[in-house]
């Protein structure tokens, strides 16, 4: 499975964007069993689960993103989203999806103040 993220880019503090993350090499049932997470990387920090969605529909979110972020998923696209909106300086850092199999190569999202 490869996974390709996209989406990222500048926004002022207060701002939103939209990443996608979509898969290849796999079909959308298999897909939809897959549990799918989005993780950043800030400068001189260790990569941190931001969002996740399970393949039950479930989700869960890093407490720093509680109520301003939102993961969701097209299985029929093989694609998840993640909604960020109230973005903050410190939300700036490299963003990626991860899957069961494999990492996509990352979107760099830069807030700032």
């Known amino acids: 499975v490869q996974l390709q993220a996209s989406g990222g880019g500048l926004v002022q503090a207060g701002g939103s964007l939209r990443l996608s993350c979509a898969a290849s090499r796999t079909i959308f049932s298999v897909f939809s069993s897959y549990t799918m997470g989005w993780y950043r990387q800030a400068p001189g920090k260790q990569r941190e689960l931001v969002a996740e969605s399970t393949s039950g529909g479930t989700t869960d979110y890093a407490d720093s993103v509680k109520g301003r972020f939102t993961i969701s998923r097209n299985n029929s696209k093989k694609t998840v989203y993640l909604q960020m909106n109230s973005l903050k300086s410190e939300d700036t850092g490299v963003y990626y999806c991860?899957?069961?199999?494999?990492w996509g190569q990352g979107t760099q999202v830069t807030v700032s103040s």
């Open positions: 991860k899957g069961p199999f494999s």
